[in-house]
């Protein structure tokens, strides 16, 4: 075992937030020593795949109360509307800080930064480079860390395990997939920024590292989930692989149309029609392919995205890669054709607990991004609101990580913590078993995809369940196969399985819970929105062993402005 | 409808030193990509071959190797359009670190000599800055670079000389320095010309082909050996200026 390495802050997860997290910290404090452990190289992170763009309430004709206002109705009045109120007041400086920084936002014939319309916002206000939006974000945060040497970067190193003693957080271990070595790490503050838990389904536009892992690891740390049970499905993605064909495209004036050549979401949302927020218009195409509205192809049903009518100009200008990604991988081309869509998971509204500061309940453990749930989403994620929220909230974390770090002493997780997770690991490695991971998780995700999908009830819930109790089990007695260390994906799959488990059972318990509908949770047998026992929090956190059924707490939703009212498009 | 193919995966294991080729035979329909073709070897086989991937959309830049001899990303290369049996090698000029994965990290770190940011230390902005549409296509190509090193693969100078910054840290630059709203131009163009920088490329262009995001950076480093004589004349003349006005006063 190398010698425990030392950093004031530890970041896992080199996404938007995390990147945006380092560099805020680096630049409140040159002394202090910050690395970022990312399973994968940076810019590999799933922030590249976000395309149509970051919101900002930066229009001449907008401003920051109609930005928290349609955010907070889109949350159907779950987000805590102090949280809102302070991510939309800081989400324009974040613009023009990365605008400084070189990021090429799309500009209007002026040279003014352009806004496009989203779902759900009552103003163009969502700020844009092309349609790579993420990307373009991720590159520039990611090239801007080479400016300061305080930063450093653990590229390719998987985080199995937080240590915490009886004052909070103390470091981290993590596989070094290169050398195929283990490594302690101790920190005054760690930033959690690693993202959703996506891949737990199996029809999902999240790249396959989505996996929860940091959700999972401040769970078994100690630290509270919030509103788990609440998960995204965007409307538009390619069937079989999931890939994601951005809002954008409505946004600039492109329609949904079913098999009868209709227009349909006149019958669903028709003031706001294809701008209508995610859960309603994915509620709708289900409720299409139900009435025999769909189109039947190879891979399932699906609804035709038709922006011929823009014109292959626009289309080029301002949607390049959905033309690409239609044509590389559907074979249509949008220019020509209408583009087939059907709804795929998306987004984890639910994770970490935070306040605004990015503080969890785990002192000097930190959070940022889709991990964490401060929450701004409430029960449905407004489109564009996630890259400013990984800007807003991966800003704060670093500023109150370096904070936390300037006050504190470090202090090292023990050598009796760093023995039992050297040696859990080595078990999963040499553990004498017949079941195949891969297999498990490929359950797991349909399990998901069946049981916790767009449409929920009790039934389901309960014996989906009892299916990831039953896979739990079955877990217990994997076999690895590969036993070389270095860059071994067969134990990072089944590490990553490991920690989707409990998330699924977490995620399927709360929805279990919530006997209501709200946002992106809908239930057939309670299918109304119930403000008198449910408009608050669910908060789940570890009770005993890591084994045992977690304990769940509720927490009023904070309420300033707005007072709960119907949700009508 | 599917198809047979012969998967031919060259290995490489750490541990032992061993080099072998795996031969897989697998039925592919037609949209299945050498990246699925491989999840699939590495799922049902238990094959347990290491590569990298993310996206599966052609974004990320994870999974670049050699299929059939040439550099491409495995998530956007479907069989169909591939000749039986389909080779897949690891990417070139990076030393192997085990099967499909290779070292990429001093070809990232030469990034550093591309100075990748703008001179702004400013860590709140509440002004714009105007950019004009004409302004932004200048920058509009290189920017679009992925960093998934197949340039870098393709190049034969890189191959021989490592200290060569290479064609992915030279887009960069020069995406940069086109950027209106940069000012460290001069600075990044001293440690461009300098030793290691764009005067090593002799213009091959294999960068340019194999880049699947069309960012050309041989383009970009003729351009920038333009901006680079320029530089090297203005710096040569500067002195002698300063000198001349200063003996006027």
Redesign the interface.
């Known amino acids: 075992m190398n010698p425990i390495k030392e950093h004031d802050i530890l970041i896992i997860g080199g996404g938007g937030a995390g990147l945006r997290a380092a560099l805020s910290a680096a630049q409140l404090d040159p002394k202090l020593s910050i690395a970022i452990l990312s399973k994968v190289y940076p810019t590999r992170s799933h922030t590249v795949s976000a395309e149509g763009g970051c919101a900002a309430a930066v229009g001449k004709d907008d401003n920051i109360k109609n930005h928290a206002e349609d955010t907070i109705i889109g949350s159907d009045y779950l987000a805590d509307q102090d949280a809102v109120e302070f991510f939309v007041k800081h989400c324009k400086e974040e613009i023009l800080l990365l605008e400084k920084w070189g990021c090429p936002w799309s500009r209007s014939a002026d040279g003014a930064i352009a806004v496009r319309a989203f779902g759900g916002m009552s103003k163009k206000r969502t700020v844009f480079a092309a349609d790579r939006t993420g990307f373009f974000m991720l590159h520039n945060l990611f090239e801007r860390t080479y400016l300061h040497p305080n930063i450093h970067r653990y590229n390719e190193w998987y985080v199995t395990k937080l240590f915490t003693d009886d004052k909070g957080v103390t470091g981290v271990m993590a596989i070094h997939q290169k050398e195929g070595e283990m490594q302690a790490f101790r920190a005054k503050a760690v930033i959690i920024a690693t993202g959703g838990a996506g891949k737990m389904y199996k029809n999902s536009t999240n790249s396959v590292i989505k996996t929860g892992d940091g959700m999972y690891l401040a769970y078994d740390a100690g630290a509270a989930l919030k509103d788990m049970e609440f998960v995204q499905f965007h409307p538009t993605a390619l069937p079989k692989t999931g890939i994601l064909i951005t809002e954008a495209a409505r946004g600039e004036g492109g329609y949904l149309i079913n098999n009868k050549k209709e227009r349909f979401l006149k019958d669903y949302v028709p003031e706001k029609m294809e701008l209508g927020p995610r859960d309603m218009i994915t509620r709708a195409i289900i409720s299409e392919y139900r009435k025999g509205n769909g189109f039947n192809g190879p891979y399932g049903k699906y609804v035709e995205l038709d922006i011929r009518h823009l014109g292959e100009k626009v289309i080029n200008e301002k949607l390049p890669q959905i033309r690409e990604l239609a044509i590389e991988f559907m074979h249509t081309d949008p220019v020509k054709m209408p583009i087939p869509v059907t709804p795929a998971q998306h987004y984890t509204m639910g994770g970490i607990s935070t306040d605004i500061k990015g503080q969890t309940t785990v002192p000097g453990l930190f959070a940022a991004g889709e991990t964490a749930c401060v929450s701004i989403n409430g029960a449905n994620r407004l489109g564009s609101n996630s890259l400013a929220e990984c800007l807003v909230f991966g800003a704060q974390a670093g500023k109150y990580a370096a904070t936390h770090a300037q006050k504190n002493k470090v202090r090292s997780p023990s050598a009796g913590q760093i023995k039992t997770e050297t040696g859990r690991i080595e078990k999963i490695l040499t553990n004498e078993g017949n079941e195949n991971p891969f297999k498990i998780r490929d359950e797991m995700q349909e399990t998901m995809d069946h049981h916790a999908g767009i449409i929920k009830n009790e039934k389901s819930l309960s014996s989906g369940i009892e299916k990831i109790k039953h896979l739990q089990r079955q877990f217990t007695k994997i076999k690895i196969n590969q036993n070389n260390t270095v860059f071994n994906g067969e134990l990072i799959t089944t590490l990553e399985l490991a920690g989707m488990l409990k998330l699924a059972e977490i995620t399927l318990l709360a929805a279990s819970r919530r006997r209501e509908s709200r946002g992106a949770h809908y239930r057939t047998d309670y299918p109304k929105r119930n403000d008198k026992k449910f408009l608050n929090h669910l908060l789940i956190s570890k009770s005993g062993g890591i084994h045992m059924t977690p304990s769940i707490k509720t927490e009023p939703v904070t309420i300033t402005k707005w007072q709960p009212r119907e949700r009508k498009y | 409808m599917t198809k047979k193919y012969t998967i031919r995966i060259r290995r490489y ?3 032992t030193g061993k080099n072998w080729y795996d031969i897989h035979n697998i039925y592919a329909e037609r ?1 299945m990509t050498v990246l699925d073709a491989l999840n699939q070897i ?3 086989e ?1 094959a ?15 999974c670049g190797t050699i299929v059939n001899g040439k550099s491409v990303l495995m998530c ?1 290369t479907f069989l169909k359009d591939l000749e039986d049996p389909v080779t897949i090698e690891p990417l070139r000029n990076f030393a192997i ?3 499909l ?1 290779v ?3 001093a070809a ?1 770190e030469k ?2 000599d591309a ?4 001179t ?1 230390s ?12 004409k ?2 296509e200048k ?2 190509q290189t ?5 998934c090193m197949l340039c870098v693969s393709a190049c034969p100078i890189y191959g021989l000389d490592y200290n060569f910054m290479g064609p992915a840290a030279a887009a ?1 630059a020069y995406r ?1 320095n086109k ?1 209106s ?2 000012h460290v131009g001069e600075k990044r163009l001293d440690s461009l010309t300098g030793r290691n920088g764009v005067w090593k490329c002799n213009f091959v262009g294999e960068c340019s082909n194999v880049c699947p995001k069309n960012v050309d950076p041989a383009g970009a480093i003729q351009k920038m050996k333009v901006m680079g004589v320029l530089h090297c004349i203005k710096s040569a003349l500067k002195p002698k200026l300063k000198s001349k006005s200063k003996s006027k006063k």
């Open positions: 294991d750490p541990q949209r590495n799922e049902h238990r347990g071959i290491s590569y990298r991937s993310s996206c599966r959309m052609s974004i990320c830049g994870s956007n670190v085990k099967d994965v070292d990429t990290d990232m990034l550093r100075l990748p940011y703008t702004f400013i860590t709140k902005s509440r002004c714009e800055s105007v950019q004009t549409p302004q932004l920058i509009k920017s679009q670079c992925i960093k960069i940069y950027d709203r940069d």
